[in-house]
């Protein structure tokens, strides 16, 4: 290990340090991910170009491990953490810059649900694939998505359920936008351990995503079809 701890990331070039931060992402190394992404800046990168070749890419490994089951929730969760930590420096000069966003996702457990987890990995990972995320927490009546559908404009819907008894909450969410007329207007991904494909299909669901890394792969390939 002590080679490890002589790396001095400044000494670095480009090419070398972005694929330090790689590691450093996928170790869950918050402030390495601070200092490698300060010292990007300085060297004159545009921010959004730290956020994709050594965040979003860092985390897109991350995914790969953990939806294959080499790397597991406490883990992707630090990982998760150490990029928010990078991204806090970037968050704003993303916004002065008029950089390009992925996409937008509201993202909640659904009524008389209060499991969170699942959810908030979804949301850290999605953010890590370079998404905008609003999450709603947990127990949301059809009230509170649709509220949150008027006000920030998104292009997905996530909902999440843990109880096999708040699972069919998901289909009113659905038949109301349906009956509003905005069902189409958006990609509703659905998630939760009891779930699955059939159920996401009985629902009128876009897709069931099993995990974080799928919902990523999902929203992504959706998203661009809806462009």
């Known amino acids: 290990m002590s080679e490890e701890e002589?790396?001095?990331?400044?000494?670095?070039?480009?090419?070398?340090?972005?694929q330090q931060m790689h590691d450093d992402l996928y170790d869950g190394l918050a402030e390495e991910i601070i200092e490698g992404t300060n010292i990007l800046l300085e060297r004159g990168?545009?921010?959004?170009?730290?956020?994709?070749?050594?965040?979003?890419?860092?985390?897109?490994?991350?995914?790969?491990?953990?939806?294959?089951?080499?790397?597991?929730?406490?883990e992707v969760l630090m990982s998760a953490n150490a990029m928010k930590a990078g991204m806090a420096i970037l968050k704003p000069l993303l916004a002065e810059s008029g950089a390009p966003q992925m996409g937008k996702m509201i993202i909640g457990t659904v009524k008389g649900d209060i499991h969170d987890i699942g959810?908030?990995?979804?949301?850290?990972?999605?953010?890590?694939?370079?998404?905008e995320v609003v999450d709603l927490g947990?127990?949301?009546?059809?009230?509170?998505?649709?509220?949150?559908?008027?006000?920030?404009?998104?292009?997905?819907?996530?909902?999440?359920?843990?109880?096999?008894?708040?699972?069919?909450?998901?289909?009113?969410?659905?038949?109301?936008?349906?009956?509003k007329g905005i069902r189409d207007d958006f990609v509703v991904l659905v998630g939760g351990a009891p779930l699955n494909e059939a159920f996401a299909d009985s629902v009128g669901a876009d897709a069931y995503c099993r995990d974080a890394a799928v919902a990523v792969e999902t929203a992504k390939s959706l998203v661009a079809k809806l462009a």
Request: glycine share 8%; net charge negative.
């Open 6 to 18: 002589d790396i001095v990331l400044s000494e670095l070039d480009d090419e070398e340090l972005v």
């Open 138 to 179: 947990i127990n949301n009546a059809v009230e509170s998505y649709l509220e949150a559908i008027d006000e920030h404009n998104p292009n997905i819907l996530g909902m999440s359920a843990l109880l096999t008894t708040t699972m069919p909450y998901m289909k009113v969410v659905i038949d109301t936008m349906i009956e």
């Open 45 to 74: 990168w545009e921010s959004y170009k730290v956020l994709t070749e050594a965040l979003v890419e860092g985390m897109r490994i991350v995914g790969v491990d953990f939806r294959d089951g080499i790397l597991f929730v406490p």
């Open 119 to 131: 959810k908030n990995l979804v949301g850290m990972m999605m953010e890590g694939a370079g998404f």
